[in-house]
């Protein structure tokens, strides 16, 4: 790999001009290794989605490692990516693959992310309900220690995905 940084991106995510730089400026100066985005549903200037971009910014400070946004959303220290098994772990098949990555991230270094650094996914993600978790998986997710997580994904969360058949190949089934 010979560039610095990698950022994924969405076709269906609309990222303003100024994203990459923001990533890059976030990404260069410090020891992060992962910086997230902020999603956005709406006007991201207006008063709703400053709203949204505040709260989403000080959930990512409280929960300082754990993933908050989906891979069109993650920008990476590209030797840390590197380092971490890169974007899709064989131990890994299932949904939700973006949170899974940033907790081998984690392991690598800190995040960051900042409120300029948002962009506006599709609103057909809506339609990913036959591959979500429940609320007591969430739940679950947010008050497990980063010590405790890979117990979560590989132990607690991974069988239960594999009962209810949640692996990656399902997330193109849409239901539109």
């Excluded at 999603?39 to 949204?52: F, H, I």
């Excluded at 693959?97 to 995040?111: A, I, N, S, V």
Aim: hydrophobic letters at 45%; proline letters at 6%; aromatic letters at 14%.
């Amino acid at each position: 790999m010979t560039t610095s940084f990698v950022a994924f991106w969405d076709a269906d995510t609309f990222y303003p001009p100024h994203y990459l730089a923001e990533a890059e400026r976030l990404l260069a100066g410090g020891k992060a290794v992962v910086a997230q985005g902020i999603d956005v549903y709406g006007d991201p200037l207006s008063r709703a989605g400053w709203l949204r971009r505040l709260r989403m910014r000080a959930t990512q400070l409280l929960l300082s490692r754990q993933g908050h946004t989906g891979s069109y959303g993650q920008c990476f220290r590209a030797e840390a990516l590197k380092a971490a098994g890169g974007p899709l772990a064989a131990a890994w098949p299932f949904v939700l693959y973006d949170h899974e990555l940033m907790h081998r991230m984690f392991k690598q270094g800190p995040g960051t992310g900042s409120m300029a650094l948002w962009c506006l996914p599709s609103p057909r993600r809506s339609a990913n309900a036959h591959v979500r978790w429940s609320l007591f998986e969430r739940v679950l997710y947010h008050v497990t220690p980063f010590a405790a997580k890979d117990w979560f994904f590989y132990r607690f969360l991974g069988p239960r995905f594999t009962q209810r058949q949640m692996v990656q190949a399902n997330l193109r089934q849409r239901d539109w």
